[in-house]
């Protein structure tokens, strides 16, 4: 993986660990379709015959296969985001993790990392594309990439 690639990975990291949450509070707590639930029938209609309060087998198979896309997306993303976390630890120098740990997770920009750690904009940027080419010769994190890839 190529450190351009890295660094969209580190971009996309905020949201991608958002939607995770999210798709897993969908796969978790999916709302049934809640029908006509609490109205009385009257007449004619409290005689005739009704349909199963149940899902039909087609209906069914319609969700397995939602929650399946779900899934692996899921994974995908999953996969991703602890990569990224993980990466930290495989980062050599206080001041590359500190600007790593910057950019992933606060999402902070060249000139806020730069008051922040009281350095120019241009050491920033050079820490940054150090950074980046660390990770992107490192195996072990590209190994936890192309397990992201592989559940996609």
């Avoid at 580190?10 to 049934?32: F, N």
């Avoid at 007449?43 to 209906?59: D, F, H, L, N, T």
Wanted: hydrophobic residues 35%; charged residues 30%; glycine residues 6%.
């Amino acid at each position: 993986m190529t450190a351009e690639e890295i660094e969209n990975l580190i971009r996309d990291y905020s949201w991608m660990a958002r939607e995770v949450s999210r798709l897993e509070r969908c796969l978790e707590g999916a709302p049934l379709s809640s029908g006509s639930w609490g109205v009385a029938q009257y007449g004619i209609e409290a005689a005739m015959p009704r349909g199963s309060a149940g899902k039909s087998q087609v209906e069914l198979a319609a969700m397995d296969e939602r929650e399946t896309r779900i899934y692996k997306r899921i994974m995908k993303y999953k996969n991703k985001v602890i990569a990224l976390e993980h990466a930290s630890d495989l980062i050599t120098g206080d001041i590359h993790k500190a600007v790593y740990d910057c950019l992933l997770f606060d999402q902070m920009s060249m000139r806020e990392i730069a008051i922040q750690l009281g350095v120019s904009r241009d050491k920033v940027k050079q820490t940054k594309e150090e950074v980046l080419y660390q990770l992107s010769q490192h195996d072990h994190f590209q190994q936890l990439l192309k397990s992201s890839k592989k559940t996609s």
